[in-house]
């Protein structure tokens, strides 16, 4: 399985993702799920991938040739807006489910995959996006700032409590961090390491990016606080006043 999550807030874009695929008990890998393309001072634009494994590969793939290379409209350097380069991203991942989306489903595999894709070129602003399996896509919001894939039910409580657009950079990094040890805690198909990059509203360049592995001393420090300040909480709350 996956998790990953893109965040929007006023200072710039967090992003995480986890790195286990499986496809059973016994056949674990890692594979990475967050891909960066930039060209410092004029754009950056990161993906974070889930889904059918093969489909995700061919759209990075096919991204990833066409760099410099506009022939065919899928130069994501060659994009004048974050919109464009959504598009972009949006008709390759079409691209690629017309040619093998069938063959892939008659062999009884699902082949549904989904992107987040954010960033920033020069002269537009911070944009985040999901694009899904038919490559249509929608953008995050002031009401919305946060976008999931993969499996996305663990961890969008914190993020629901604690993301705006208001949030300070370093504690949105911090929310995706708890998001994603919540889904661990409770999934063993999601699992280290953990890929984050962290990029500030206008410095068209990478602000931080690290990868995480199980042993980090921060992810280790970060899941056991977030633990004991929950046991903490809850036993703060009043026990109901119920006759038994």
């Known amino acids: 399985m996956t998790y990953c999550v893109g965040i929007k807030v006023n ?19 890692i594979f990475r799920k967050m891909f960066v393309f930039d060209r410092p ?12 494994l093969s489909v995700t590969q061919s759209v990075v793939s096919i991204l990833s040739r066409q760099l410099g290379d506009d022939s065919n409209g899928h130069d994501l350097m060659a994009a004048p807006s974050m919109f464009a ?16 989306g069938a063959a892939i ?47 996305v039910k663990y961890g969008k409580p914190v993020l629901d409590r604690v993301i ?40 068209l360049a990478i602000g931080y990016r690290a990868s995480l592995e ?9 899941s056991e606080k977030w633990s004991q300040s929950l046991n903490r909480a809850f036993r703060s709350v009043e026990e109901p006043d119920w006759p038994i």
């Open 11 to 29: 200072e710039g874009l967090a992003f995480a993702s986890d790195s286990r695929t499986n496809a059973g008990v016994d056949r674990v890998s």
């Open 41 to 52: 001072g004029d754009r950056l634009f990161v993906l974070l991938t889930a889904g059918n």
């Open 85 to 100: 380069a959504a598009r972009i991203v949006g008709s390759v991942m079409r691209e690629v489910q017309d040619r093998d």
């Open 105 to 151: 489903r008659a062999a009884g595999v699902d082949s549904d995959a989904s992107v987040i894709f954010g960033g920033q070129v020069r002269g537009g602003r911070t944009r985040l996006y999901q694009i899904y399996t038919p490559g249509n896509f929608v953008e995050a919001t002031p009401e919305t700032p946060y976008f999931q894939n993969g499996e």
């Open 164 to 203: 705006v657009p208001e949030t300070p950079l370093m504690d949105a990094a911090k929310c995706a961090l708890i998001s994603i040890d919540s889904t661990m805690r409770s999934n063993l198909s999601v699992g280290p390491p953990i890929d984050v990059l962290l990029y500030r509203t206008d410095a």
């Open 214 to 222: 199980a042993d980090d001393p921060y992810l280790s420090a970060l």
